[in-house]
């Protein structure tokens, strides 16, 4: 199992801060720019990692519709012709810039209601050669498990939140047991303290099965 700095290191970003924030209410995704196939996949991986977290998706989000939107493009430029998404993401003009400057292939921005869980996700992913190798299985789990909880912004850039079974990407066991340790209805829906991941630690049990 991981340690109390392991997990902390999850959730210590790039600026030394700690943050770490759950949903506070169900998933409602729809995915743009796909095909009817791999918006199923899509679905199928956020319904696996909320059953995984013991945690809701639903039709609809009584206040914003739906509240995961996930837009595939080819080049970045393609957002700002995306009718009304400037209204959504206000800071649309500017980010689309630092993303073609950065040859990004995805990014993610999270919104969070008053009391600090997560009410809303954007992810966007530019599909370049790196990301048109990914298998849409792969894919598909790897943006819900990083959609579920707000992790560090460097919580990944070492090593990834899957790994290879039989060939088959999977959820590693520990980042599994941590989802479903956050998901404990005693733990806070978000954290500032480091204290945070001594809480979590104490409250994580066998990895127990992966998701496939």
């Given at each position: 199992?991981?340690?109390?700095?392991?997990?902390?290191?999850?959730?210590?970003?790039?600026?030394?801060?700690?943050?770490?924030?759950?949903?506070?209410?169900?998933?409602?995704?729809?995915?743009?720019?796909v095909e009817d196939e791999t918006i199923s996949l899509?679905?199928?991986?956020?319904?696996?990692?909320?059953l995984l977290a013991n945690h809701q998706m639903a039709e609809t989000d009584p206040e914003l519709g739906v509240n995961v939107m996930m837009f595939f493009c080819r080049d970045w430029d393609?957002?700002?012709?995306?009718?009304?998404?400037?209204?959504?993401?206000?800071?649309?003009?500017?980010?689309?810039?630092?993303?073609?400057?950065?040859?990004?292939?995805?990014?993610?921005?999270?919104?969070?209601?008053?009391?600090?869980?997560?009410?809303?996700?954007?992810?966007?992913?530019?599909m370049d050669d790196q990301l048109a190798q990914v298998p849409a299985e792969t894919l598909a789990l790897s943006q819900a498990v990083q959609s579920i909880v707000l992790w560090s912004d460097v919580a990944f850039n070492d090593s990834s939140p899957l790994a290879l079974v039989d060939g088959k990407a999977v959820l590693r066991p520990d980042i599994a047991a941590v989802i479903r340790g956050l998901y404990d209805p005693v733990m806070p829906a978000v954290a500032h303290d480091a204290s945070h991941a001594l809480r979590l630690a104490a409250r994580m049990g066998p990895a127990g099965e992966v998701i496939q």
């Open positions: 199992m991981m340690d109390h700095d392991t997990i902390a290191a999850l959730f210590t970003r790039s600026d030394d801060t700690y943050l770490c924030a759950r949903w506070g209410r169900p998933l409602v995704p729809v995915i743009f720019g899509m679905k199928g991986a956020f319904e696996a990692v909320c393609e957002l700002t012709a995306v009718r009304d998404l400037d209204r959504l993401v206000p800071e649309l003009g500017p980010l689309v810039t630092r993303l073609i400057k950065a040859d990004a292939n995805q990014y993610r921005i999270f919104r969070f209601d008053d009391a600090g869980a997560i009410r809303a996700c954007f992810i966007f992913l530019r």
